[in-house]
C-alpha cells in the first residue's frame, strides 16, 4: 500500500546534538512538508519541497534543514541552532494541482523528539 | 487572530451523541481537509472538500464557501471516535495549508 514512512516514532537526543528525521513516500507526490505541533498550538510549517532539489523555507525554519535529492525522500534536520526542539514532528506530501484538480494532503504518523 | 478557528476547543459527550465541530476561516481557500489525530500522532485526512457535503460512514462534513464557514459532524457517537479533529485550509495559489488549533473529542460510554 502506498503511504509516507516516518522513522523513528519517538527519538531522543542531548542538547546541542544535530538529529535527522527521515520521511519516505511511496505515493508519487510532487510535493512534501514538514510540520511541527507544539501543545495547545495549530501545525506550523516549517520547510516544504514541490520539486526534487528545491525546498523553500516555511513560517519557522530557524534552526532546521532539508534535502530533497529523490522525489520520494524529504529528510529534516534539527541542528544544535533550534532554541526548543523538542516537539512532534509530521511529515506530509502532496500531489500538486491538476488543471482544475485539486488533491488532498497525505500525512505520516509523525516523529516525537524529545531533547534532554 | 488565526487564520483558521475552531470550536469548541474541547468537546465531551455520551456515547450516540450527535456532534458538531465547527471552523471558521478569514483567508481565501480552494478546499478544506478535515483532519483526525489520535493520541499517538499520526493525522489522517477524514475529508477535503470544497463545496456542498460529503459523507463518509457516520461522519459528514459541510462548507460554506460565502460564510466562510465548515461543519464536521459525527452521527451515534462512539468512544472510538475520541480523538483531534483538525480542519485546515488549502490556500489558493501555494496549495499550502493553514490549520486550526483542533478539538479534543471525548466521547464517554
Known amino acids: 500500500d502506498g503511504g509516507i514512512t516516518q522513522s523513528p516514532k519517538y527519538l531522543f537526543r542531548k542538547e546541542g546534538q544535530n538529529v535527522t528525521l527521515s520521511c519516505e513516500q511511496n505515493?508519487?507526490?510532487?510535493?512534501m512538508y514538514w510540520y511541527r505541533q507544539d501543545p495547545g498550538q495549530g501545525l506550523r510549517l516549517i520547510y516544504y519541497?514541490?520539486?526534487?532539489?528545491?525546498?523553500q523555507k516555511g513560517d519557522i525554519a530557524e534552526g532546521y534543514s532539508v534535502s530533497r535529492e529523490k522525489k520520494e525522500s524529504f529528510p529534516l534536520t534539527v541542528t544544535s541552532a533550534q532554541k526548543n526542539p523538542t516537539a512532534f514532528y509530521l511529515c506530509?506530501?502532496?500531489?500538486?494541482?491538476?488543471?482544475?484538480?485539486?488533491?488532498?494532503?497525505?500525512f505520516g504518523s509523525g516523529t516525537r523528539l524529545t531533547v534532554v | 487572530k488565526n487564520e483558521v478557528e475552531q470550536s469548541p476547543q474541547n468537546l465531551t459527550a455520551q456515547e450516540g451523541e450527535f456532534i458538531t465541530i465547527n471552523c471558521s476561516y478569514s483567508?481565501?481557500?480552494?478546499?478544506l481537509h478535515w483532519l483526525q489525530q489520535h493520541p499517538g500522532g499520526g493525522i489522517v485526512s477524514l475529508f477535503m472538500?470544497?463545496?456542498g457535503k460529503k459523507k463518509h460512514g457516520r461522519l459528514i462534513a459541510t462548507i460554506n464557501i460565502q460564510e466562510k464557514h465548515s461543519s464536521l459532524h459525527i452521527t451515534a457517537s462512539h468512544p472510538r471516535d475520541s480523538a483531534v479533529y483538525i480542519c485546515?485550509?488549502?490556500?489558493?495559489?501555494?496549495?499550502?495549508?493553514?490549520f486550526g488549533t483542533g478539538t479534543r473529542l471525548t466521547i464517554i460510554p
Open positions: 483567508v481565501g481557500i480552494s478546499a
Open positions: 505515493l508519487n507526490h510532487d510535493a
Open positions: 472538500l470544497s463545496s
Open positions: 485546515a485550509g488549502l490556500l489558493f495559489g501555494n496549495e499550502k495549508l493553514t
Open positions: 506530509a506530501s502532496k500531489l500538486l494541482r491538476r488543471d482544475s484538480t485539486n488533491y488532498g494532503y497525505t
Open positions: 519541497s514541490q520539486i526534487v532539489n528545491d525546498f
